[in-house]
């Protein structure tokens, strides 16, 4: 019986540092593999588009392009990509606009600790996730 491939993950943050963290926090997850990392929306769009990720942990704040912006290109270019939005920002009805852009689900940065990982194990199995 051959092994399931890993969950393939693509970490889109501005800050190296988030993006670093990040993949510490999802690797330590077994059978799971950060795939690639970009710095702002274009470059999400790039990596998708190359690396064909499972799921897209996306910021919305960034330069060049939002995630908010990234996240409807990927949704519409590839469907079958789980996108969650990881944000430093709450607003009001915060996942009704991550909803409309395409994305699965949202967590609060200041929350990850606690919900990167079931947010991720949801998505996974295409089930939404939204503890903002």
């Known amino acids: 019986m051959a092994a399931e491939s890993p969950l393939r993950i693509l970490i889109v943050d501005d800050q190296m540092l988030v993006r670093g963290a990040v993949r510490i ?3 330590s997850h ?3 593999r950060v795939c690639g ?3 702002d929306g274009l470059e999400a769009i790039d990596k998708t588009r190359e690396l064909h990720p ?3 942990v996306m910021d919305l704040s960034m330069p060049n392009m ?3 912006e990234a996240t409807r290109e990927i949704h519409s270019s590839f469907p079958h990509t789980q996108i969650l939005i990881l944000t430093l920002h709450y607003f009001p ?3 009704k606009v991550v909803q409309r852009a395409g994305a699965q689900g949202c967590v609060l940065k200041s929350d990850s ?3 990167l990982i079931p947010a991720v194990a949801s ?3 295409s089930q939404p996730f939204f503890a903002a």
């Open 123 to 125: 998505l996974s199995k």
């Open 113 to 115: 600790s606690r919900y």
């Open 37 to 39: 990392e970009a710095a």
């Open 30 to 32: 077994p059978g799971w």
């Open 54 to 56: 499972d799921i897209v």
């Open 93 to 95: 009805q915060m996942d």
């Open 66 to 68: 939002s995630g908010l």
């Open 25 to 27: 926090l999802l690797e």
